[in-house]
């Protein structure tokens, strides 16, 4: 009676019961994080398809790249290249960039290594016609003659997707065309054919033109 508790008491039992909750929130009740979902598929994918060594450009570098261990990855977004990570970049120029973790990127720098495979956007892929919907990287090989030159779009269907309750999960690509390790995955999917045009995009915060390769 009338007795004080020390000053570490009220923590400690708070991490008690913080640990007695974990088990709770580890059987289910955490939504799922699709990012890793679609990488595990994608960085399966990849690694069945590509020969060893091939390199592979994406933003989603975390599953992607640790269920493909035979082959290489560029982050396009820097949190795992020291150059990436260490530009000045300009600001505002993506929807993507005003969330941290998302701004940094160099797309001159990614075609200079001449990738195999270039994945741009999340996970899975997008074709780029709304060049600004997602991150820097994009913006710039999109806006690159040379990478249009060079690059040619496919579309995978990952018929993993199925199993987990995606029938219709497709992975977008960008292939160079003169990689053979390129050309042994084209294989396995469907060139995305059109011409390259100058559509305009309204956004949220601006108007602006944008670059893509027009599927038919």
Do not use: C
């Not at 949190?79 to 005003?98: C, E, F, K, M, Y």
């Amino acid at each position: 009676h009338g007795r004080t508790h020390p000053g570490w008491a009220l923590p400690l039992l708070m991490v008690g019961a913080a640990a007695l909750e974990a088990p709770v929130a580890l059987r289910g009740e955490r939504p799922r994080d699709m990012a890793t979902v679609f990488g595990t598929m994608v960085g399966r994918f990849l690694a069945k398809n590509l020969p060893s060594g091939s390199l592979a450009a994406t933003s989603a570098a975390g599953a992607t790249a640790f269920f493909a261990p035979s082959l290489r990855f560029i982050d396009t977004l820097g949190l795992n290249d020291r150059h990436i990570a260490h530009r000045a970049v300009p600001l505002g120029v993506t929807l993507w960039q005003s969330i941290a973790g998302h701004r940094k990127g160099d797309g001159d720098y990614v075609l200079s290594r001449a990738p195999d495979v270039i994945i741009l956007g999340a996970v899975n892929g997008f074709l780029g016609l709304d060049e600004r919907e997602w991150f820097l990287t994009d913006y710039e090989l999109l806006e690159n003659p040379e990478f249009r030159r060079q690059y040619r779009p496919y579309s995978f269907r990952l018929d993993e997707g199925a199993a987990d309750g995606f029938p219709r999960l497709q992975l977008t690509a960008y292939l160079l065309r003169s990689s053979s390790a390129a050309s042994a995955l084209a294989a396995a999917g469907k060139q995305m054919r059109g011409p390259w045009s100058r559509p305009e995009y309204n956004y949220t915060a601006a108007t602006a033109i944008g670059v893509g390769f027009q599927p038919q």
